[in-house]
């Protein structure tokens, strides 16, 4: 894997349409985040394997690999469940935005975007990759996990969880406005657990 100088993150880009392309990293770079290019599916898929990205903007109309389907692929990779994915669409029907949340997408934002949103939204993103990855602790309401110890407090008492358990409430906190369907739970984990 390689690593970059910014310490505020690794940020990939996968956008077919050139403007949009140096309009995203035009401003990502010049808030001081490092920024990966890819113009297709594919390339997004490579560069997202090779590289430890912290947060993805993912345009759903790709050409030859649909962003939807870009998606579903990269959440499928082991290392995914710290990655922030954002989805830039044109697409913004409610039942669209339903698909991307349900395919493992974080947020969602509808073309055309103000890019002062958009930048607050990867702000957020990033700040809640940073908060896992540094500290290993999640909160949730009044649940606390470190993902170090494996350890699990509810209102700041300690409960005891089987290691299936713990990794279900792992996914739920880092996502917790997405619903999640049982192939995509069993996705997550690599392997069946449930029959």
Not at 76 to 89: E, V
């Amino acid at each position: 894997m390689k690593t970059y100088s910014s310490n505020k993150g690794l940020i990939l880009i996968v956008e077919d349409e050139p403007s949009q392309m140096e309009l995203l990293s035009f401003n990502l770079n010049a808030e001081g985040y490092d920024v990966l290019k890819a113009e297709d599916g594919e390339k997004g898929l490579l560069l997202f394997k090779e590289n430890n990205i912290d947060l993805v903007l993912l345009d759903w109309m790709l050409p030859n690999i649909s962003g939807l389907e870009v998606c579903r692929q990269m959440r499928r990779s082991k290392d995914s469940s710290d990655c922030h994915l954002i989805m830039l669409t044109a697409r913004g029907e409610e039942e669209d935005k339903v698909r991307g949340l349900d395919m493992g997408a974080d947020d969602y934002i509808v073309k055309p975007y103000s890019i002062k949103e958009l930048l607050a939204r990867v702000r957020s993103g990033i700040r809640i990759r940073t908060k896992t990855k540094s500290h290993g602790l999640l909160t949730y309401g009044k649940i606390e996990m470190d993902i170090n110890n494996r350890s699990v407090l509810i209102d700041k008492k300690s409960i005891s969880i089987g290691p299936i358990e713990f990794k279900l409430l792992q996914i739920l906190i880092q996502s917790p406005k997405q619903v999640f369907s049982r192939m995509q739970l069993l996705e997550k984990f690599g392997k069946t657990i449930w029959k």
